[in-house]
């Protein structure tokens, strides 16, 4: 008997069972085949925009990604430098050997945790209770929670033009009936659809004709626990081209033979990564579109043609490959597919990830209608903490929209469901410039350390990090910079306003274009880099800093006002039907959640509010 | 909103029928109690129909019923319309009786906050009823008219369209740093579009306080020395035309001496420096209590004498005026003519009508009274809508100084994101997802 059984050990199926282990809890991973525990079937990169401060998030929550993507990846750089301290993002080019090798590491250490080869095919279910599994071989394994991380292996199908294979991803065997099964227990059942592009054989590339994509030139890292583990000159190089008149001919003229455009997928794809039929059709008026070559791993030669993802038969994929610029004479290793599968409708869950229909059963990762490593990851992880605190008799741990991505991307999903594969962007957040990749740790190591999850001495570490923070803010504030003929030229030397008084530190620091690089000029203070940028980002952009947590303060209050668990939607008489169904079927928690919900107008939430306090007597 | 209102829908007293109105799910069962006649249970929706209405057993009125059913209705809910003979006595009577029988007397506007709340009408036009309702004058009438008809949030929404271009195309940049395939949106691009929006919605500001002349009237202040002929001539203005005769508390904190209507306008003039006052008490009155006046009128009319030479005060006054909103009248155009003025003034007497036809027509000119009404008419009203609108307009400019100051786009986005949503505050809008979607129907994008 387990505690927690995880089923699949994709990135969502790792963070669960690792961490529900780690809280101490029994837990058993039943993976298809050992050998692709945390294996990366798509592209060979962990982070992104958004997606690398989900990552960090992990990391502060006491996940694996962050710290096995460090170990393991042979290039990282960080987005968007420029573009503002809430949006710059870490992305690791992940090697595709060693990460899934470092995972199984970790999970190897982890002493409550057992691994296992089997395939699920049903749920042992009482009184809407989960129980345990059963596996294809019909043993059941008993436990108190289940976890279900299937990815996209649940009655998968591979689809290359008209070929049409009952298979997983890279010819991996699928799960035939777990998705009958839970349609037989009330789920809704919905099927999606993704894609890959094919791959290179790295010796039939000519990289002479493309343009050559470097790694940072400073030490970064996703965890917050260790040092850089790379040499920055020693990091791989990535490479971009262009489509073409060509390529866009061949496409055009073979459209009917794309499973896509041929009628033979019924799944829905993601709007963000569209195939490059679909990219060619909807802009024609597009000369070319732009393609990264990125190797996979150091240890074999297929490299990932980025940006060419495809259904079309495999020799319509030669010609569109053979039409690149540098690809003339490639050889394809592997070609491209589109893969259809089953999911559950994100709608039927809660915040806590347990389904709303069979209690103790938990769902995480592409099984909830999401895309992508990262958004896969988090879930897993909430997943396995949420399993563990229910297991504790514990309120479940459910982040807020303005505490985290993680909390984000859950909230959309139980509450506006999907359409299509859902993928984080930084533009979901509405309090991005307080879910920054710099203050992960702030933001969510304290939660961690409460669940048992972040060590002492982790906390130390923040506990540190926090006090110098504050050290530091008093000691610009109380240093003044006089303007000496000195001090004026060296502004003058940058180009620099000279201020026309003596200025504090904190004055000079408001400043858009004064940093602390340039104030070691004048004074040195001795911080860690990672001090000194907390207090420029509070200082340059407190204002509006400010008004987030203000505005952060306000969505709380409707947060707070709950709807009772036991509303009954048909009785509010005058609320749109669409927005009837909509709250019957989300059933939201809170007034707030209830505004979010796609269907239901400013003028349903005012009826809604009027019912609950004429019925309720709350919600002031 | 379960309980079923009733009110007096008709003005009380004038007129050959009164009407009341009821609405809400119980509006068929209590007029069915005090009223003989067609089964209302059984008639159709949208139809007018006879009978009787009785207290007990004496005869009330005979009535015309109109009885509409939910859902296609001002408010969604089922509607009633009792028809009677008008006077106060009968109709009186009629409510009291649905009051008796389960009826809530209705708060005002509270038809128009149903048809809302239930989703029948915008927020825009919610509003515009309640204007509509209150407009006093033509223009008014038609202001109103035109919100309700949505063209106010027409143009409303084409702005934001703009807005969320604009936003769509800083996002796409962001979650996709590396396509260099994309406009990648930079200051110089932003500045001028943002420039352009600002200019959109400052000329509905502008409009807007048109449509707060029309809405609330003209306020026009005479203003002069004792003994000038000030009273005079608001008489004129008064006798002539016939005087509107109105409660307009809470649209300006003069007193209103009283209005007329002035191609479809209505004119308030509005505490014109005491000039009701007996002449002891006007003597006192000096130039601060005349500023004051100034201030809070859209014209100031400074009446001076044709058989004077001009006085410095009256110098000071006219310095303090605006010239865009003064109009100088000089009276008393019967008597030598002693006053020497450089500035262009109008002549008239208190005799004939000749100086008052051209002051009317100098307002006209003035506030451009006659091009008003051509235009299109979707000029925001309300305090509220202003508000808004004004901070739209300063999330703009809070944009194009980050711009200037060099800060990153992320933080320049910020207030126009806040922008665009002032706008959509002023429609009743809601907007997160619309960015995500405008980001995929512009963009190629994707692994």
């Given at each position: 008997?387990?505690?927690?059984?995880?089923?699949?050990?994709?990135?969502?199926?790792?963070?669960?069972?690792?961490?529900?282990?780690?809280?101490?809890?029994?837990?058993?991973?039943?993976?298809?085949?050992?050998?692709?525990?945390?294996?990366?079937?798509?592209?060979?990169?962990?982070?992104?925009?958004?997606?690398?401060?989900?990552?960090?998030?992990?990391?502060?929550?006491?996940?694996?990604?962050?710290?096995?993507?460090?170990?393991?990846?042979?290039?990282?750089?960080?987005?968007?430098?420029?573009?503002?301290?809430?949006?710059?993002?870490?992305?690791?080019?992940?090697?595709?050997?060693?990460?899934?090798?470092?995972?199984?590491?970790?999970?190897?250490?982890?002493?409550?945790?057992?691994?296992?080869?089997?395939?699920?095919?049903?749920?042992?279910?009482?009184?809407?209770?989960?129980?345990?599994?059963?596996?294809?071989?019909?043993?059941?394994?008993?436990?108190?929670?289940?976890?279900?991380?299937?990815?996209?292996?649940?009655?998968?199908?591979?689809?290359?033009?008209?070929?049409?294979?009952?298979?997983?991803?890279?010819?991996?065997?699928?799960?035939?009936?777990?998705?009958?099964?839970?349609?037989?227990?009330?789920?809704?059942?919905?099927?999606?659809?993704?894609?890959?592009?094919?791959?290179?054989?790295?010796?039939?590339?000519?990289?002479?004709?493309?343009?050559?994509?470097?790694?940072?030139?400073?030490?970064?890292?996703?965890?917050?626990?260790?040092?850089?583990?790379?040499?920055?000159?020693?990091?791989?190089?990535?490479?971009?081209?262009?489509?073409?008149?060509?390529?866009?001919?061949?496409?055009?003229?073979?459209?009917?033979?794309?499973?896509?455009?041929?009628?033979?997928?019924?799944?829905?794809?993601?709007?963000?990564?569209?195939?490059?039929?679909?990219?060619?059709?909807?802009?024609?008026?597009?000369?070319?579109?732009?393609?990264?070559?990125?190797?996979?791993?150091?240890?074999?030669?297929?490299?990932?043609?980025?940006?060419?993802?495809?259904?079309?038969?495999?020799?319509?994929?030669?010609?569109?490959?053979?039409?690149?610029?540098?690809?003339?004479?490639?050889?394809?290793?592997?070609?491209?597919?589109?893969?259809?599968?089953?999911?559950?409708?994100?709608?039927?869950?809660?915040?806590?990830?347990?389904?709303?229909?069979?209690?103790?059963?938990?769902?995480?990762?592409?099984?909830?209608?999401?895309?992508?490593?990262?958004?896969?990851?988090?879930?897993?992880?909430?997943?396995?903490?949420?399993?563990?605190?229910?297991?504790?008799?514990?309120?479940?741990?459910?982040?807020?929209?303005?505490?985290?991505?993680?909390?984000?991307?859950?909230?959309?999903?139980?509450?506006?469901?999907?359409?299509?594969?859902?993928?984080?962007?930084?533009?979901?957040?509405?309090?991005?410039?307080?879910?920054?990749?710099?203050?992960?740790?702030?933001?969510?190591?304290?939660?961690?350390?409460?669940?048992?999850?972040?060590?002492?001495?982790?906390?130390?570490?923040?506990?540190?990090?926090?006090?110098?923070?504050?050290?530091?803010?008093?000691?610009?504030?109380?240093?003044?910079?006089?303007?000496?003929?000195?001090?004026?030229?060296?502004?003058?030397?940058?180009?620099?306003?000279?201020?026309?008084?003596?200025?504090?530190?904190?004055?000079?620091?408001?400043?858009?274009?004064?940093?602390?690089?340039?104030?070691?000029?004048?004074?040195?203070?001795?911080?860690?880099?990672?001090?000194?940028?907390?207090?420029?980002?509070?200082?340059?952009?407190?204002?509006?800093?400010?008004?987030?947590?203000?505005?952060?303060?306000?969505?709380?209050?409707?947060?707070?006002?709950?709807?009772?668990?036991?509303?009954?939607?048909?009785?509010?008489?005058?609320?749109?039907?669409?927005?009837?169904?909509?709250?019957?079927?989300?059933?939201?928690?809170?007034?707030?959640?209830?505004?979010?919900?796609?269907?239901?107008?400013?003028?349903?939430?005012?009826?809604?509010?009027?019912?609950?306090?004429?019925?309720?007597?709350?919600?002031? | 909103?379960?309980?079923?209102?009733?009110?007096?829908?008709?003005?009380?007293?004038?007129?050959?029928?009164?009407?009341?109105?009821?609405?809400?799910?119980?509006?068929?069962?209590?007029?069915?109690?005090?009223?003989?006649?067609?089964?209302?249970?059984?008639?159709?929706?949208?139809?007018?129909?006879?009978?009787?209405?009785?207290?007990?057993?004496?005869?009330?009125?005979?009535?015309?019923?109109?009885?509409?059913?939910?859902?296609?209705?001002?408010?969604?809910e089922d509607i009633v319309e009792i028809n009677s003979h008008g006077g106060i006595n009968t109709t009186n009577k009629i409510l009291e009786l649905l009051l008796e029988n389960g009826c809530r007397l209705a708060e005002p506007g509270e038809f128009t906050k149903r048809a809302f709340l239930n989703g029948r009408?915008?927020?825009?036009?919610?509003?515009?009823?309640?204007?509509?309702?209150?407009?006093?004058?033509?223009?008014?009438?038609?202001?109103?008219?035109?919100?309700?008809?949505?063209?106010?949030?027409?143009?409303?929404?084409?702005?934001?369209?703009?807005?969320?271009?604009?936003?769509?195309?800083?996002?796409?940049?962001?979650?996709?740093?590396?396509?260099?395939?994309?406009?990648?949106?930079?200051?110089?691009?932003?500045?001028?579009?943002?420039?352009?929006?600002?200019?959109?919605?400052?000329?509905?500001?502008?409009?807007?306080?048109?449509?707060?002349?029309?809405?609330?009237?003209?306020?026009?202040?005479?203003?002069?020395?004792?003994?000038?002929?000030?009273?005079?001539?608001?008489?004129?203005?008064?006798?002539?035309?016939?005087?509107?005769?109105?409660?307009?508390?809470?649209?300006t904190r003069d007193i209103v001496e009283g209005s007329i209507s002035l191609n479809g306008f209505q004119i308030n003039f509005i505490d014109t420096a005491g000039i009701r006052e007996t002449k002891d008490v006007v003597e006192k009155i000096g130039v601060e209590k005349s500023l004051e006046t100034i201030k809070?009128?859209?014209?100031?009319?400074?009446?001076?004498?044709?058989?004077?030479?001009?006085?410095?005060?009256?110098?000071?006054?006219?310095?303090?005026?605006?010239?865009?909103?003064?109009?100088?009248?000089?009276?008393?155009?019967?008597?030598?003519?002693?006053?020497?003025?450089?500035?262009?003034?109008?002549?008239?007497?208190?005799?004939?009508?000749?100086?008052?036809?051209?002051?009317?027509?100098?307002?006209?000119?003035?506030?451009?009274?006659?091009?008003?009404?051509?235009?299109?008419?979707?000029?925001?009203?309300?305090?509220?809508?202003?508000?808004?609108?004004?901070?739209?307009?300063?999330?703009?400019?809070?944009?194009?100084?980050?711009?200037?100051?060099?800060?990153?786009?992320?933080?320049?986005?910020?207030?126009?994101?806040?922008?665009?949503?002032?706008?959509?505050?002023?429609?009743?809008?809601?907007?997160?997802?619309?960015?995500?979607?405008?980001?995929?129907?512009?963009?190629?994008?994707?692994?």
């Amino acid at each position: 008997m387990y505690d927690v059984i995880v089923v699949g050990g994709g990135h969502a199926g790792c963070e669960g069972a690792n961490i529900a282990a780690k809280m101490g809890f029994k837990t058993l991973l039943l993976t298809m085949n050992k050998n692709n525990i945390a294996d990366m079937p798509c592209n060979p990169s962990i982070g992104g925009t958004s997606k690398g401060i989900i990552v960090r998030e992990i990391d502060a929550l006491g996940g694996l990604m962050g710290i096995v993507a460090d170990l393991s990846h042979f290039q990282i750089k960080m987005l968007n430098n420029s573009k503002g301290p809430a949006v710059r993002s870490l992305r690791a080019q992940a090697d595709k050997i060693v990460y899934p090798k470092k995972m199984l590491e970790f999970l190897n250490k982890n002493k409550n945790l057992t691994i296992k080869e089997g395939l699920v095919e049903d749920l042992i279910i009482e009184d809407n209770k989960v129980k345990g599994v059963i596996l294809s071989n019909k043993e059941k394994i008993l436990s108190k929670t289940v976890i279900l991380t299937t990815g996209t292996y649940l009655k998968a199908n591979i689809l290359r033009g008209s070929e049409n294979v009952e298979s997983g991803p890279h010819g991996e065997g699928r799960s035939n009936h777990l998705s009958d099964n839970l349609k037989k227990y009330g789920l809704e059942i919905i099927r999606l659809k993704t894609g890959t592009p094919p791959r290179i054989k790295y010796d039939s590339i000519d990289f002479s004709k493309m343009h050559e994509e470097l790694g940072s030139d400073t030490f970064l890292t996703f965890s917050h626990d260790i040092k850089p583990q790379y040499k920055i000159n020693e990091q791989q190089k990535c490479y971009l081209l262009y489509t073409n008149d060509l390529t866009h001919k061949i496409i055009q003229n073979n459209l009917k033979k794309s499973a896509m455009y041929g009628g033979f997928v019924t799944g829905v794809g993601p709007r963000y990564c569209p195939s490059i039929e679909d990219k060619v059709v909807r802009f024609s008026d597009k000369e070319r579109h732009q393609l990264f070559l990125e190797p996979e791993s150091i240890y074999y030669d297929e490299w990932y043609l980025q940006g060419f993802s495809t259904s079309m038969p495999k020799d319509v994929q030669e010609k569109m490959v053979h039409s690149l610029v540098g690809l003339e004479n490639a050889v394809i290793t592997k070609y491209a597919y589109a893969i259809e599968y089953d999911a559950i409708n994100p709608l039927q869950i809660k915040p806590s990830l347990e389904n709303k229909i069979i209690t103790n059963l938990y769902t995480a990762g592409q099984i909830n209608g999401t895309s992508g490593y990262e958004e896969a990851a988090c879930q897993g992880l909430m997943a396995g903490i949420n399993a563990a605190l229910k297991l504790q008799n514990k309120e479940p741990f459910i982040l807020k929209r303005n505490e985290a991505y993680t909390g984000v991307l859950i909230d959309d999903l139980v509450t506006k469901g999907v359409t299509d594969p859902y993928r984080m962007l930084t533009s979901r957040a509405e309090f991005r410039l307080l879910l920054r990749h710099d203050n992960a740790d702030i933001r969510l190591r304290e939660y961690g350390y409460k669940l048992g999850i972040i060590t002492e001495a982790q906390m130390n570490k923040l506990r540190e990090k926090l006090d110098n923070i504050n050290k530091l803010l008093s000691d610009v504030k109380n240093t003044k910079l006089k303007i000496t003929k000195e001090v004026a030229s060296v502004f003058e030397d940058n180009d620099f306003d000279i201020p026309t008084k003596s200025l504090s530190f904190e004055e000079l620091l408001k400043r858009t274009n004064i940093t602390f690089n340039f104030l070691n000029h004048f004074i040195n203070l001795d911080y860690s880099d990672e001090v000194k940028e907390q207090v420029e980002i509070e200082l340059k952009y407190q204002g509006y800093i400010k008004k987030a947590k203000k505005e952060a303060e306000k969505l709380q209050k409707i947060e707070e006002k709950q709807i009772p668990d036991d509303i009954d939607y048909q009785k509010i008489k005058n609320i749109a039907s669409e927005a009837r169904q909509k709250l019957d079927l989300v059933r939201p928690k809170t007034m707030a959640q209830a505004s979010r919900i796609s269907g239901v107008n400013p003028s349903d939430m005012a009826i809604l509010a009027v019912y609950l306090k004429k019925e309720y007597g709350k919600n002031d | 909103m379960n309980d079923t209102i009733c009110a007096i829908s008709t003005s009380l007293g004038v007129g050959a029928i009164s009407i009341v109105r009821l609405s809400g799910k119980d509006a068929i069962k209590i007029v069915k109690k005090i009223y003989k006649g067609t089964d209302l249970d059984k008639v159709d929706s949208h139809t007018i129909n006879y009978g009787h209405i009785y207290d007990k057993n004496e005869l009330i009125d005979e009535v015309l019923v109109s009885v509409m059913k939910s859902p296609k209705t001002y408010t969604t809910e089922d509607i009633v319309e009792i028809n009677s003979h008008g006077g106060i006595n009968t109709t009186n009577k009629i409510l009291e009786l649905l009051l008796e029988n389960g009826c809530r007397l209705a708060e005002p506007g509270e038809f128009t906050k149903r048809a809302f709340l239930n989703g029948r009408i915008d927020l825009v036009e919610a509003e515009s009823v309640n204007d509509l309702i209150n407009a006093k004058t033509d223009a008014a009438r038609k202001l109103a008219l035109n919100n309700m008809g949505g063209n106010l949030t027409k143009k409303i929404e084409g702005i934001r369209n703009k807005i969320v271009e604009l936003m769509a195309n800083i996002e796409v940049n962001i979650d996709y740093p590396e396509y260099e395939d994309i406009l990648v949106i930079k200051e110089r691009d932003l500045i001028p579009k943002l420039k352009e929006i600002k200019s959109e919605l400052q000329d509905i500001l502008t409009l807007s306080k048109n449509g707060k002349l029309i809405k609330e009237g003209i306020n026009v202040a005479i203003v002069g020395k004792p003994n000038v002929g000030k009273s005079s001539l608001l008489n004129k203005f008064l006798d002539e035309d016939k005087a509107i005769v109105t409660d307009i508390a809470g649209t300006t904190r003069d007193i209103v001496e009283g209005s007329i209507s002035l191609n479809g306008f209505q004119i308030n003039f509005i505490d014109t420096a005491g000039i009701r006052e007996t002449k002891d008490v006007v003597e006192k009155i000096g130039v601060e209590k005349s500023l004051e006046t100034i201030k809070n009128a859209d014209i100031v009319i400074l009446v001076l004498n044709n058989n004077a030479k001009v006085s410095d005060y009256e110098k000071d006054l006219m310095e303090s005026i605006h010239p865009y909103k003064r109009i100088i009248y000089v009276n008393k155009s019967d008597l030598p003519t002693k006053i020497s003025l450089d500035n262009y003034y109008i002549l008239g007497n208190t005799i004939d009508d000749e100086g008052i036809n051209k002051l009317k027509k100098e307002i006209i000119k003035k506030l451009e009274l006659d091009t008003i009404i051509t235009k299109d008419m979707s000029y925001m009203s309300n305090i509220r809508q202003i508000d808004l609108l004004k901070k739209a307009i300063k999330s703009i400019v809070n944009a194009l100084n980050n711009l200037d100051a060099g800060m990153p786009i992320d933080i320049v986005e910020i207030d126009i994101t806040n922008s665009f949503n002032f706008l959509g505050e002023i429609i009743g809008d809601v907007y997160h997802d619309k960015l995500v979607d405008t980001i995929f129907a512009n963009f190629c994008v994707g692994k």
